[in-house]
């Protein structure tokens, strides 16, 4: 056997070997599964919560301003009345007591009788009133996909929803979104 024979035998062999590898890699891409069967979608959210103002315009009674602070025209018409009617009893000095009796308790009434009129006295304005309320909204984050490949259970969080299957590549689920169909 001469040496050219033996390196071409050499070089033959070590094409089989890589052949041979290339031959079993191809075999094992071929057999992989291609799609994983989807066997539960759960749709997962999140809760949350926006801080908003929100204001009303709001009816308000307060107390009108008095003009007559020391509720001088009570006093003054009520002395006047309770003076008439007092000068309208008795006679001689009995009168003139009457009458200053009456002046008297007439000018205190007066004054009690304008005091609770002005205490009942009241404005109404409009005014706004304004609070902080949280608002309350759910927004979907992604969805738990519980797959079954090779008679094994996994599970993967995607963005989209899955129809039937899921594309393997490499032994993995793919977990990218679809491209959308191209439209004819």
Request: with cysteine.
């Amino acid at each position: 056997m001469d040496k050219s024979m033996i390196k071409g035998m050499a070089v033959g062999g070590l094409a089989m070997v890589v052949l041979g590898a290339s031959g079993v890699t191809g075999y094992k891409a071929l057999t992989q599964p291609k799609f994983a069967d989807v066997v539960a979608v759960k749709e997962v959210t999140e809760t949350v919560v926006t801080p908003r103002e929100r204001c009303e315009n709001v009816a308000v009674q307060r107390t009108a301003p008095v003009k007559d602070q020391n509720r001088i025209a009570g006093t003054v018409v009520g002395g006047l009345a309770g003076g008439l009617l007092g000068s309208a009893v008795g006679n001689g000095s009995g009168k003139t007591v009457a009458t200053v009796a009456g002046a008297v308790a007439g000018g205190y009434a007066g004054n009690q009788v304008q005091k609770n009129m002005q205490q009942k006295d009241v404005v109404t304005t409009t005014e706004q009133r304004c609070r902080t309320v949280e608002e309350k909204s759910t927004k979907r984050v992604g969805y738990n996909v519980t797959y079954r490949l090779d008679g094994k259970d996994g599970t993967v969080r995607t963005t989209f929803k899955p129809g039937a299957t899921m594309p393997v590549k490499n032994g993995e689920v793919v977990t990218t979104p679809p491209e959308p169909a191209a439209k004819s």
